[in-house]
């Protein structure tokens, strides 16, 4: 982290639950920014997520690694990270309340511009940010990298307004091509600005460096891939810069 990021804790509460968030700026800039929440992978607000927050500090806007578990839980293997993430994935009011609970949190900071904030989400975090936008929920982008699409939650309005770019592994067994095609097509049908990039050769979780080395550990189709890491965060920062 450079001199100028820094890296603020911002706790915020739902329903008893006391969520632990980080908020990445860069003490240089002055000004009203654009922010961009970070959804987390089902590991959890970790060291990644936290990077990527700082990593957008640095391209100009606030990054606000959320946490949707809430106490900063975060598993260490499969089981727990499954058992976590389905907590929320398999509960639509709670997502998104803990969602909306981060975007408040996110608009009462300092230099924060509430008319232009977007979200990314990793695997997990992508699915959630895919099932916000479907509920209508009002952000000026959404980007997912190898977002699940598997079991999102119906569509709740009549257009989609949110403009979505979604990179994905044409070598990922969690999200098939066809799972894919089929959630923009469906997307598409409610007036959605939405674009795929496909990486034909990257499995899941491309993006995250410590992706190959839990895949072996844990025998699961985790990789990761430098050029659509890369590729994919330029894209990403091409399209930001075009809407916020």
């Known amino acids: 982290m450079t001199a100028t990021i820094q890296m603020k804790a911002i706790p915020y509460t739902l329903d008893g639950v006391t969520m632990q968030g980080g908020l990445a700026i860069d003490s240089a800039q002055s000004g009203l920014r654009p922010a961009v929440l970070v959804v987390h992978e089902w590991w959890g607000r970790n060291a990644f997520s936290d990077d990527r927050a700082q990593a957008l500090a640095k391209l100009g806007y606030a990054g606000f690694a959320v946490d949707m578990f809430g106490d900063h839980a975060q598993a260490d293997n499969p089981t727990d990270a499954s058992a976590l993430s389905s907590a929320v994935s398999g509960n639509l009011p709670l997502m998104t309340g803990r969602f909306m609970a981060a975007i408040r949190a996110l608009k009462q900071q300092p230099g924060i511009d509430p008319e232009r904030i977007a979200v ?125």
Not at 131 to 156: C, K, S, T
């Open 120 to 244: 990314i989400g990793y695997c997990f975090g992508g699915t959630v940010a895919l099932n916000m936008v479907r509920q209508g929920v009002d952000l000026a982008a959404m980007v997912g990298f190898h977002a699940g699409v598997d079991g999102l939650a119906p569509i709740a309005h009549l257009s989609i307004n949110t403009p979505i770019r979604l990179f994905t592994g044409g070598d990922d067994p969690f999200v098939p091509t066809e799972q894919v095609q089929m959630t923009v097509a469906d997307m598409r049908a409610a007036k959605a600005d939405i674009e795929v990039v496909t990486y034909a050769q990257a499995r899941h979780a491309f993006t995250n460096p410590a992706a190959t080395e839990k895949g072996e550990r844990f025998n699961l189709p985790l990789q990761y891939n430098a050029h659509a890491a890369d590729d994919s965060w330029q894209q990403m920062h091409t399209f930001l810069r075009t809407v916020l």
